[in-house]
């Protein structure tokens, strides 16, 4: 018989140095008819991406939604199956989403297929025709998908917390009602689509294994003659959080609680935003934060907290959220305001704001290794007004911030006191624990 098996402990590997950012080829243009267009060249497939951002804040939610759903449900000459085959053929898809901020298009296709891509995304732009027999069906499913999501408590949690700190900002309200849905008509959308739908602030990124000159040459042959007489409607500034009383929104039955936080935060371009997102990283931002080894590892509380800033066109804000058993919710509170206070009055030390440095740099990296996330990204910083040359300066400002950079942001933006905080749980159970930490204001969930 073998004796018992024993295991040798070995010391992990310190961290390699991390290498340094590289920012791909890339080009610009601006078209006549307002379109920008930005080329980035990453070739490690025969693949393109293709995302097309359109300014689309102050749309009523259901029309936006709708409008979005039905936008590749045919034109004045295909039908939306047509669509979809034209792009099969080229290895391609399209699909269209839309947030509060903007109406995007994405996809991705082969290279030798980007100049039927762009025809067709033409087409669509230019001459959606919003079938009535497509639309109905189109709205039928929205209005499920909104009536599955009014069960999910996150989905009702998160609805409670924007209300909460947006108040009468367009941002209140991102989901519309099913009966809103069931409101819109094709003519509707067809009139939308004409205000809106247009190239002024419009901002498309191909990425891929492009030449990026000869990408925005197609580009423009293929939308240079896509115009509209639409407008670009100004979102006004967020307003600053007011924290008040805790709102509990009682669900009777639920046998756990949604924790919901709002804190303050800064834009990207912000001297302080690297300092913050490191602050963030520390406090709840990754898996080796102190929050997560509090109220994850050594109480158990919950599964999966985690907090992150996140960046609107009108305002930014720092969200931390967490699902927590009923009975502990009262303490699952206690201890986030623990580790906020925490981190807001006591600077972190060296090596833990160096793993957090190492994992924001680390994730830049990552975000920018594939086409697709190199596409997202630019997308994204262009619909803030940045290019990807930012990358590398807000790489450069993670590199530098110091514990004094860190401590200094988190006392100014993580402190407690300054949270906005939603609590959906049974009311009955965890209003006692709740009122024992802070003042509580209670209303019923909603549908």
Known sequence: MSGPMTTVSRALPPLGPTRKLRLPKQA??????????????????????????????RVHPARAAMLAQTLLSG?????GVQIAAELQKVGGGLSAGVDPDRLMLSGAGL??????????????????????????????????RIQLA???????????LLRRIYGRHPYAV???????????RPTVLRKLHDQRVHPTGAVLVLVGDIQPERALDAAEQALGGWNGTGHVAELPATPPLEPGPLLLVDRPGSVQSSLRMALPAVPRTDPDHAALQLANLIFGGYFSSRWVENIREEKGYTYGPHSLVEHSAAGSVLLAAAEVATDVTGAALLETQYELGRLA?????????????????????????????LAALTSAYAGSGLRLDFLAEH????????????????????????????????????????????????????P
């Open 395 to 446: 790489a450069a400002r993670l590199a530098k911030a110091t514990v004094a950079d860190v401590a200094d942001a988190a006392a100014q933006y993580l402190a407690p006191a300054r949270a906005v905080t939603v609590v959906l749980g049974d009311a009955q159970r965890v209003a006692g624990q709740l009122a024992t930490l802070t003042e509580v204001v209670t209303e019923p969930a909603g």
């Open 111 to 144: 290279v030798t297929g980007l100049d039927r891509m762009l025809e067709i995304l033409a087409e669509v732009l230019a001459t959606a025709a919003y079938p009535a027999d497509e639309v109905a069906t189109e709205r039928d499913r929205l209005v499920d």
């Open 28 to 57: 610009e243009r601006t078209l006549s008819n307002g379109l920008t267009v930005i080329a980035v060249r990453r070739p490690a497939v025969p693949l393109v991406e293709l995302r097309l951002g359109m300014p689309f804040g």
């Open 174 to 184: 991102q989901t519309p009602t099913p009966d809103q849905v069931r409101a819109v």
């Open 345 to 373: 009055c006591v600077a972190p030390g060296e090596e833990e704001l160096e793993q957090a440095r190492q994992y924001a740099l680390g994730t830049l990296q990552l975000g920018i290794s594939t086409q697709a996330g």
């Open 150 to 160: 009014q069960c999910q408590p996150g989905h009702l949690a998160r609805t409670a």
């Open 75 to 79: 034109t004045t000459t295909l039908t």
